[in-house]
């Protein structure tokens, strides 16, 4: 599922799985999470998402 980070952000604000990662230190400069598919706990180290929800929230929202 590799796809540029707009997507991947894209698909996490649309996705009602999104879960950030325990350790996760992905943050903005205000300190904020950066709420993308590669800081979800379902994001795979081979860059899937575990639930297989990244291609139908693509499909659905024309990303």
Known sequence: MRAD???Y?????NC???AVKDCCTCTNKSGDTEV???TCRHFTQDKHCSLDLFDP???NHNF
Do not use: D, P, R
Request: net charge neutral.
């Open 36 to 38: 993308s598919c590669t």
């Open 5 to 7: 980070e707009q997507t």
């Open 57 to 59: 929230i693509v499909e």
């Open 16 to 18: 009602s799985a999104y």
């Open 9 to 13: 952000k894209n698909v996490a604000k």
